[in-house]
Nanobody, 120 residues
Framework: QVQLVESGGGLVQPGGSLRLSCAAS????????MGWYRQAPGKQRELVAV???????NYDDSVKGRFTISRDAAKNTGYLQMNSLKPEDTAVYYC??????????????WGQGTQVTVSS
């Protein structure tokens, strides 16, 4: 079994920063992709950022230049550094990862979600 545990959400003023963490544990052979989605009330879940095992990254246009995704492969942990936060960034953020417990058999796992609220 594989688990993803998120941390780092909270309340921050506009212009502030937060860092989310997503730690994978359990039976892990390889972590192929890690990333974050977010879902605001009344809206569909949207992809925020993703990072591959090779370090390639991709971001939604709305967060480019403000958010940075990274990972510590030794710790099987991903990070989402969020700077210059705006009220429209308010959402529940869900980390996800595509992990193989055995070679050639990837599965998608989700974190429990963490609330990010940007408000003065």
């Amino acid at each position: 079994q594989v688990q993803l545990v998120e941390s780092g959400g909270g309340l921050v003023q506009p212009g502030g920063s937060l860092r989310l963490s997503c730690a994978a544990s359990g039976s892990i052979f390889s972590v192929n992709i890690m990333g974050w989605y977010r879902q605001a009330p009344g809206k569909q879940r949207e992809l925020v950022a993703v990072i591959t095992s090779g370090g390639s990254t991709n971001y939604d246009d709305s967060v480019k230049g403000r958010f940075t995704i990274s990972r510590d492969a030794a710790k099987n942990t991903g990070y989402l550094q969020m700077n210059s936060l705006k009220p429209e960034d308010t959402a529940v953020y869900y980390c996800y990862a595509i992990i193989s417990s055995v070679p050639g058999s990837p599965n998608t796992y989700w974190g429990q979600g963490t609330q990010v609220t940007v408000s003065s």
